[in-house]
Antibody
Framework: QLVQSGTEVRKPGESLKISCQVSGYTFTNYWIGWVRQMPGKGLEWMGSIYPGDSDTRYSPSFEGQVSFSVDKSISGAYLQWNGLKASDTAIYYC?????????????WGQGTLVTVSS | SYELTQPLAASVALGQTARITCGGNYIGGKNVHWYQQRPGQAPVLVVYNENDRPSGIPERFSGSTSGNTATLIISRVQAGDEADYYCHVWDYSTVVFGGGTKLTVL
């Protein structure tokens, strides 16, 4: 399963790192994707990271805005911002890709609500 | 960039069959996946590779593709099927989601 860290409230310009804790399968064998859902809106793929070697793919829409990382020793994946904006307010999901490319996301975290407000 | 088009909303009477469409250029040549998102919950995979179901997903959920349209089919609709539904394909190494369809059960 994928268990995400809790709700966060931050001010614009602040930094933030949220986590996705994996259990029940070999963490390093599956890509982890990050998906944003803004209030009342649909799903947006932010990018994916392969924990085995930290190979990372960013959606062009999010390149340079966020960064992904992993800690193999504790089976954790992370999403980080270095300068939050009000428009980053959203629910963020981590999800496991069931295989390599062209596969679906077969396991999802419960989501982390991030609110950015002055 | 590749785009997927879904109707914003659909409605179906209890016990009837719902069909939710997802339009995209040559989508018939891609693996199409479908997710259900109930209010306040994370998405759940309900159909993958056009017409396969993960374990635990009822046979009432199926999919088809023809030309430039993929369709999620929900038979014998129940009240618990009321949710948002998203299609997903890969465009080269990029994930593309449809905009989502809100299904209302009447």
């Amino acid at each position: 399963q994928l268990v995400q860290s809790g709700t966060e409230v931050r001010k614009p310009g602040e930094s933030l790192k949220i986590s996705c804790q994996v259990s029940g399968y070999t963490f390093t064998n599956y890509w982890i994707g990050w998906v944003r859902q803004m209030p009342g809106k649909g799903l947006e793929w932010m990018g994916s990271i392969y924990p085995g070697d930290s190979d990372t793919r960013y959606s062009p829409s999010f390149e340079g805005q966020v960064s992904f990382s992993v800690d193999k020793s504790i089976s954790g994946a992370y999403l980080q911002w270095n300068g939050l904006k009000a428009s980053d307010t959203a629910i963020y999901y981590c999800a496991r890709l069931s295989g390599g490319g062209h596969h679906p996301f077969d396991l999802w975290g419960q989501g982390t609500l991030v609110t950015v407000s002055s | 960039s590749y785009e997927l088009t879904q109707p914003l909303a659909a409605s179906v009477a209890l016990g009837q069959t719902a069909r939710i469409t997802c339009g995209g250029n040559y989508i018939g040549g891609k693996n199409v996946h479908w997710y259900q998102q109930r209010p306040g919950q994370a998405p759940v995979l309900v159909v993958y590779n056009e017409n396969d179901r993960p374990s635990g997903i009822p046979e009432r959920f199926s999919g088809s593709t023809s030309g430039n349209t993929a369709t999620l089919i929900i038979s014998r609709v129940q009240a618990g099927d009321e949710a948002d539904y998203y299609c997903h394909v890969w465009d080269y190494s990029t994930v593309v989601f449809g905009g989502g369809t809100k299904l209302t059960v009447l």
